[in-house]
């Protein structure tokens, strides 16, 4: 998967819409303290399924979304799209939208369909992509890898391998393996008491 395009509008300190063009090869983010070059990385990762407020460095996800200055109202929501091309026999464009809204949660879209965030983990997931990609390297990431326990490297290289989205599928089938068995059990008493 190669992300093509960023959008982002009343995300963080992105008041106004803003796009950015991410171009094939290496993307570096350069400018000033504090002009929102984590926030940019922060926004991928939320748009990927992130639910964690503190990896966003807020205390709640609504954190994310402008709150304001001087001489600017505060938003009501914030909304992110990612644009990406998939490589798969053909390349074909998918775009994933993340919009939240003060007091109503998250909602996500792909191609304009209503999904669930689940969806869009394992589309990511698939991609061997992700709000926990290593391929997403922020700042402090590097000494985390090295102090990873065994484990947690494995999880690591599992999601760069590409395969992370297949243990949720794994899950998944187990979950419905055991439901199956359970309604089969009770459709064995239900024989067994008409006999
Ligand atoms: P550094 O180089 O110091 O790491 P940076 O370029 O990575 O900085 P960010 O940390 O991405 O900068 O951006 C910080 C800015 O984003 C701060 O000015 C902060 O006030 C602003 N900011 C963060 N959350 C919000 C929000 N919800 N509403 C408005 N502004 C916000």
């Given at each position: 998967m ?5 959008r ?7 008041v106004d819409?803003a ?6 090869g290496l993307t ?5 303290n ?6 940019l990385?922060?926004a991928?990762r ?5 639910n964690s407020?503190?990896s ?13 200055t ?5 938003r ?5 799209s ?9 390349a074909?464009e998918v775009e994933?939208?993340?919009?939240i809204?003060?007091?109503a ?9 209503d999904v669930r ?6 589309l ?14 922020s700042?402090g990431k590097?000494?985390a890898?090295?102090?990873?326990k065994?484990a947690?490297?494995r999880?690591m290289l599992?999601e760069?391998a590409?395969?992370?989205g297949?243990?949720?599928r794994?899950?998944?089938?187990e979950?419905?393996?055991?439901a199956?068995?359970?309604n089969l ?10 006999d």
């Open positions: 190669q992300i093509r395009r960023l982002l509008s009343g995300f963080k300190s992105f819409p796009d950015l063009r991410i171009e094939p570096g983010i350069v400018g000033p504090g002009c929102g070059k984590s926030n990385l922060e991928l939320w748009a990927m399924g992130e407020p503190k966003m460095r807020g205390a709640g996800m609504e954190d994310v979304i402008f709150a304001g001087g001489s600017r109202p505060q009501d929501f914030a909304e992110v990612i644009l990406a091309e998939q490589v798969a026999g053909e074909e994933v939208v993340r919009r809204e003060r007091g949660g998250s909602a996500y879209r792909i191609n304009g369909r965030a689940k969806d869009v983990a394992l990511f997931a698939d991609a061997a992509t992700g709000a926990h990609s290593p391929a997403l390297v700042q590097i000494g890898v090295i102090a990873a065994p947690e490297r999880q599992e760069a590409g395969i992370a297949l243990h949720v794994r899950k998944d089938a979950q419905r393996l055991r199956t068995e359970t059990a009770r459709l064995d008493e239900i024989i067994a008491d008409q």
